[in-house]
Nanobody
């Protein structure tokens, strides 16, 4: 069992930056992946970024590549998402999630445990 709690959402102007964090309780194995996914009103939940908990691989959606950086602190069981050059379309609820098998990380359906989400609102 893994419990996830996100922090760091808020209101930011376009072009600004935010850093999200996700504290995980429970054991995370190197074989798993941790991801950030988001959901805008009226849209399906979409993949943003993921990292293999071994730290060997990172994955990004095309829409955030070059602007967002995902990282993890294994000692503190904490996942981060540094978001820069934020755009209006980045607005949504951001969820931290665990993919225990570390496979198909771009698919929301492959994540077993989810946090409660944190709201990110980008204004013009």
């Amino acid at each position: 069992q893994v419990q996830l709690v996100e922090h760091g959402g808020g209101l930011v102007q376009a072009g600004g930056s935010l850093r999200l964090s996700c504290a995980a309780s429970g054991r995370l194995f190197d074989s798993c992946a941790m991801g950030w996914l988001r959901q805008a009103p009226g849209n399906e939940r979409e993949f943003v970024a993921a990292i293999s908990w071994s730290g060997s691989s990172t994955y990004y959606s095309d829409s955030v590549k070059g602007r967002f950086i995902i990282s993890g602190d294994k000692d503190k069981n904490t996942l981060f998402l540094q978001m820069s050059s934020l755009k209006l379309e980045d607005t949504g609820v951001y969820y931290c999630a665990t993919n225990l098998r570390g496979l198909a990380v771009i698919s929301a359906a492959e994540y077993e445990y989810w946090g409660q989400g944190t709201q990110v609102t980008v204004s013009s």
